[in-house]
C-alpha cells in the first residue's frame, strides 16, 4: 500500500543522485511512497515499473532494470537477497530522511550487509540465515550408477575360467540335445510329418493329410502392395456452396447504404429489432429488402416497415382468391349493392 513520504530539500543537491540519470532518479523518488516503514521493498523491475511507470509507455521493464543498477551502483538503493531466497532493496539512509512516529513492522527479510535487524520472516533476528551459515556443507553424493568401492575383500577369490576342449550340444527348440543348428521336422511328398527320432513326448506324427490342397501362386511375387484400388466411393466433384443466411444486419447494412446520410442509432437499433422479428417469422429477405428499399424512400417510424413488408408480399388489387384458384373478381367495396348478390359473392359466400 502506497504511504506519504517527505522528499527533503537536500535531495535535488545530492550527489549520490546526481550520478544517476533523471528517469533513474524519479523510480527512486517515486520507491519511496511503496517502501514499507523500513525502506524496504521487493527487486522486481516488473513490479517497479507497476508502479512507478504505469501511465509512461516510453519507459519499459528493461528500462527499469537500469534504472535499478544504476541507484545501486550509486549506493542509492541496497539490493541482496532474502533468507526466503527471493530478491529485496531498501534505502541505506531511510532512517536519515524518514521520519515515522508508529512504524509498523516489516513482513520482509532484512538486509544481512546492515547492523542486525527484525525479519520479517523470521519474526526475529534471522534464525535462517544463521542457521545456514553454521551448517556444514555436506559432500556431494556419487550417482545411482557410478562403481562403488567395498570395504572389505569378497570371500570368493575371482578365478580364471578353463578353456572349452570340446563343443558343448545346443538344445533343439524341442527341449533335447540336437546338433548345432536347429533342422526343421520332415515331411513327405504329401505334406505328411515324418517321424523322427529323439523326439520329446507328447508329438506324434499326423496320420491323414490335411483336407486343404496347397495352393501355389502362378504368376511370380513382386514387391509392393498387391491390393487394386477400387476407386473412391465419395463423389470427386465439387459440391455447390449452400446460400449464406441473410442476416438482419446483413439488411440494415444495405439500408444505411442506400441513405444519403447514416440515420441515428435509435432508428437504427429499433429499425434493426423490427428486420430480426420479419426474419424470425419466416418472411423471406428479398420481400424485407423491398420493405426497407420501400422505407427508405417515403420514410417515417421504423415501426411503419411490417406493413410496408405485407404490401411487398401481398400485392394490393389481387383481389380475394381462395388458395389454388385464379383471380376472378376484384376487390371486396364496401360501398357497393349489388342487384345479385350470391352472383357477386360467390366466392367470399
Excluded at 60 to 77: F, I, K, M, P, S
Excluded at 213 to 223: D, H
Excluded at 309 to 315: Q, S
Aim: some cysteine.
Amino acid at each position: 500500500m502506497a504511504r506519504i513520504r517527505s522528499v527533503k530539500p537536500e535531495t535535488w543537491v545530492s550527489e549520490t543522485l546526481a550520478e544517476v540519470s533523471i528517469p533513474a532518479m524519479v523510480t527512486f523518488l517515486g520507491m519511496t511512497n511503496h517502501a514499507d516503514d523500513h525502506g524496504r521493498h521487493r527487486d522486481n523491475a516488473a513490479i517497479v515499473y507497476g508502479l512507478v511507470w504505469p501511465m509512461r509507455e516510453e519507459i519499459t521493464r528493461a528500462d527499469v532494470e537500469e534504472h535499478l543498477r544504476q541507484l545501486a551502483a550509486a549506493g542509492a538503493v541496497c539490493r541482496y537477497t532474502g533468507c526466503d531466497g527471493r530478491k529485496y532493496f531498501h534505502f541505506p539512509t531511510w532512517r536519515s530522511h524518514q521520519k515515522i512516529d508508529k512504524p509498523s513492522l516489516s513482513r520482509l527479510p532484512a538486509c544481512p550487509h546492515c547492523e542486525p535487524e527484525r525479519c520479517g520472516v523470521c519474526k526475529g533476528p534471522c534464525i535462517q540465515r544463521s542457521a545456514l551459515a553454521e551448517a556444514p556443507t555436506p559432500a556431494p553424493e556419487a550417482g545411482p550408477m557410478a562403481p562403488r568401492v567395498f570395504d572389505e575383500p569378497s570371500a570368493n577369490a575371482p578365478s580364471r575360467l578353463d578353456p572349452l576342449s570340446e563343443p558343448v550340444e545346443k538344445l533343439s527348440p524341442q527341449g533335447g540335445a540336437g546338433g548345432g543348428t536347429a533342422t526343421a521336422p520332415a515331411v513327405d511328398e504329401n505334406r505328411v510329418a515324418v517321424p523322427v527320432a529323439g523326439r520329446s513326448a507328447g508329438q506324434r506324427a499326423f496320420a491323414e493329410a490335411s483336407p486343404k490342397v496347397r495352393r501355389s501362386v502362378r504368376e511370380p511375387s513382386t514387391p509392393g502392395s498387391r491390393i487394386l484400388d477400387p476407386g473412391s466411393s465419395f463423389p470427386t466433384g465439387r459440391q455447390a456452396p449452400e446460400p449464406e443466411a441473410v442476416s438482419a444486419g446483413r439488411l440494415v447494412g444495405e439500408y444505411v447504404a442506400a441513405c444519403e446520410r447514416r440515420p441515428p442509432n435509435g432508428v437504427l437499433g429499433h429499425l434493426g429489432k423490427t428486420v430480426k422479428g420479419l426474419l424470425a417469422e419466416g418472411i423471406g429477405p428479398e420481400h424485407v429488402r423491398a420493405g426497407l428499399r420501400r422505407f427508405a424512400e417515403i420514410q417515417g417510424h421504423p415501426s411503419r416497415l411490417p406493413s410496408l413488408v405485407n404490401d411487398a408480399m401481398n400485392v394490393p388489387g389481387a383481389g380475394l382468391v381462395r388458395p389454388g384458384l385464379r383471380s376472378n373478381l376484384p376487390v371486396h367495396q364496401a360501398w357497393t349493392n349489388p342487384v345479385d348478390a350470391a352472383t357477386a359473392y360467390a366466392e367470399e359466400l
